[in-house]
């Protein structure tokens, strides 16, 4: 029984971890947000919703600098003041912005914000664990390699959903009449909206390589306008 009771003690922790995330993310939201009212974005989500078949899309203003579209676990969307700054400036289209709540509606959908809290407080008691096997084994080094493999997982996962989510807001674009175009062009703006340029290897990093995320658009039009021609 000893030997499983780091096992049981990170399982505990996980769950702790994970509704402690729920609440302190639900909160700050709450404390931080008000729902966004314009017009144009609204004529957009307006036809996303009737292509979901639903009465309306909710779309909330995230009261920070970073420049950022989420989803909530329980299921609200929203995108930062930073971005929607952007926007307003002329940086970023109404379609643009169209594609990124079409994106984390797919994030929604997919389950992929609920599921993320899991993950990320699962991959924590899992570190924890590991760390405590490791350093068994290789005192001193066993922690960091249970942290480094972490963190590739989670870039791995993390990425998956990513691509998840565009094929999402890609069909709903599609469906909506709005097209997959701003999606593609705001891809090729995102790196410099987020100051994301860098050295970072496409393997590590949470979100796919541009040009990646848009070949597979891409192949979808592809596939889209094949069925279409038969």
Request: proline content about 4%; charged content about 25%.
């Given at each position: 029984m000893?030997?499983?009771?780091?096992?049981?003690l990170?399982?505990?922790?996980?769950?702790a971890m994970?509704?402690?995330?729920?609440?302190?993310?639900?909160?700050?939201?709450?404390?931080?947000?008000t729902?966004?009212?314009?017009?144009r974005?609204?004529?957009?989500?307006?036809?996303?919703?009737?292509?979901?078949?639903?009465s309306?899309?909710?779309v909330?203003?995230?009261?920070?600098?970073?420049?950022?579209?989420?989803?909530?676990?329980d299921?609200?969307?929203?995108i930062?003041?930073g971005?929607?700054?952007?926007?307003?400036?002329?940086?970023?289209?109404?379609?643009?912005?169209?594609?990124?709540?079409?994106?984390?509606?797919g994030?929604?959908?997919?389950?992929?914000?609920?599921?993320?809290?899991i993950?990320?407080?699962g991959?924590?008691?899992?570190?924890?664990a590991?760390?405590?096997?490791?350093g068994?084994f290789l005192?001193?080094?066993?922690?960091?390699?249970?942290?480094?493999?972490?963190?590739?997982?989670?870039?791995?996962?993390?990425?998956?959903?990513?691509?998840?989510?565009?094929?999402y807001a890609?069909a709903l674009?599609?469906?909506?009449?709005?097209?997959?175009?701003?999606?593609?062009?705001?891809?090729?703006?995102?790196?410099a909206?987020?100051?994301?340029?860098?050295?970072?290897?496409?393997?590590?990093?949470?979100?796919?390589?541009?040009?990646e995320?848009i070949?597979?658009?891409?192949k979808?039009?592809a596939?889209?306008?094949?069925?279409?021609r038969?």
């Open positions: 000893l030997k499983f009771t780091p096992i049981l990170a399982i505990l922790y996980a769950l994970y509704r402690v995330s729920v609440w302190r993310t639900t909160r700050e939201l709450d404390a931080k947000s729902e966004l009212a314009d017009p974005l609204k004529a957009l989500t307006d036809r996303m919703a009737a292509a979901l078949e639903l309306r899309i909710r909330n203003i995230y009261e920070i600098e970073p420049v950022n579209g989420l989803a909530a676990p299921g609200r969307i929203f930062t003041r971005f929607y700054n952007r926007y307003r400036a002329g940086e970023v289209s109404a379609e643009e912005m169209a594609s990124v709540i079409a994106h984390e509606l994030h929604v959908a997919l389950g992929h914000s609920r599921r993320r809290m993950d990320f407080s991959q924590n008691a899992i570190r924890t590991m760390a405590m096997v490791l068994r005192p001193g080094i066993g922690p960091y390699l249970a942290t480094a493999a972490m963190k590739l997982l989670a870039a791995r996962l993390s990425r998956g959903d990513e691509y998840e989510a565009d094929a890609a674009l599609h469906k909506s009449g709005i097209g997959v175009a701003p999606q593609k062009t705001l891809f090729t703006k995102l790196e909206l987020t100051n994301a340029r860098g050295t970072v290897p496409a393997w590590l990093m949470s979100h796919p390589k541009t040009e995320r070949a597979a658009l891409e979808l039009e596939r889209w306008a094949a069925v279409g038969r």
